[in-house]
């Protein structure tokens, strides 16, 4: 019994210090609940080039060759990767249809887990519903994420399976357990239907903060930086995947910055040594009552016998 309670009053000692330093390391930086509200008008659309239809993942060929996002260039990767045809040289001819009338990004949420929002609204050209209803057509987002944030790629497959998404893929850096100054970039692809009857792709990508860096403010900033932003449409009547190509249509570059700014709590580097000494000299005291408590109880059972 004099075992059982000592090992009680270790862990309940144990408890109360990591309630502490959690008080402690949070009481500055809370999170905004909206960091981020940007609407930009009007694209400038223009034909990248067709890539096979078994390509159902963009970025999985640029990993193929690339093998880390130091210095990422995927439109000069696409620019090298796609070829010409017949389909891609129509396809310029109605190039206007895909313009984007606005762009809203939104980041919604508070803490450590987020939802960064993408709401492209296409031109109401009289053209755009009768060449939809012709072709498969998909939205595609390419969200490049600094090291302190990531995207679950089980939570992804997820919502693919839920068709929230049509597919979904996170490449880079995929450990989920990784502090931020221990992780690097990754970079995610959504793809999300376009042809919903409506002139509007919304795409909410789930996105969580890694264990930030101390800081004496209390807090960090994250930057997310403007996603690529793509359409990519094939005939219908093209089924077989081998024949068929995706034609890639970059929906152009919108004046201003768009740049998401994620406030993370942290903590505060001022209270580390001091963190530091108390976690150490609890854990020193919890130790040395375990250890004698364990001789005392095996002393009295010697005693008994």
């Not at 990591?18 to 008080?23: A, E, R």
């Not at 909206?34 to 963009?58: A, D, M, N, R, T």
């Not at 990767?81 to 313009?99: A, K, L, P, V, Y």
């Not at 919604?108 to 709401?119: D, N, V």
Request: charged residues 20%; aromatic residues 10%.
């Amino acid at each position: 019994m004099d075992i059982l309670c000592c090992h009680f009053c270790a862990y309940r000692a144990l408890w109360l210090l990591v309630i502490w330093s959690i008080i402690s390391f949070n009481s500055k930086g809370d999170s905004d609940p909206l960091v981020l509200s940007l609407k930009k008008e009007s694209s400038y659309p223009k034909i990248i080039g067709c890539v096979p239809c078994s390509h159902e993942i963009l970025m999985g060929s640029y990993f193929d060759t690339h093998k880390s996002l130091s210095d990422p260039d995927f439109r000069i990767f696409l620019d090298q990767e796609t070829r010409s045809s017949d389909f891609c040289e129509r396809m310029i001819h109605n190039i206007e249809i895909f313009g984007l009338s606005s762009l809203q990004r939104d980041l919604i949420g508070e803490g450590s887990h987020r939802k960064l929002i993408t709401t492209m609204i296409f031109n109401d050209h009289p053209e755009f519903t009768h060449f939809v209803d012709d072709h498969f057509c998909e939205a595609v987002v390419v969200e490049y994420l600094p090291a302190g944030v990531f995207s679950d790629p089980f939570e992804l497959q997820h919502l693919v399976g839920r068709k929230v998404f049509r597919d979904a893929s996170v490449l880079g850096d995929t450990n989920l357990e990784l502090p931020s100054a221990l992780s690097s970039r990754s970079v995610v692809e959504i793809h999300s239907d376009a042809m919903n009857g409506t002139h509007k792709v919304v795409v909410q990508l789930p996105l969580h903060a890694r264990y930030p860096l101390l800081d004496y403010r209390g807090y960090v900033n994250i930057n997310i930086n403007e996603p690529d932003l793509l359409l990519r449409c094939r005939p219908k009547e093209d089924s077989e995947l081998n024949a068929c190509s995706w034609t890639l249509i970059d929906m152009g570059i919108f004046n201003g910055s768009s740049v998401a700014a994620w406030r993370t709590p942290c903590g505060n580097e001022a209270h580390a040594m001091a963190v530091t000494i108390i976690t150490y000299l609890s854990a020193l005291v919890c130790s040395l009552l375990i250890v004698l408590s364990s001789a005392f109880f095996s002393q009295k059972e010697t005693n008994i016998a």
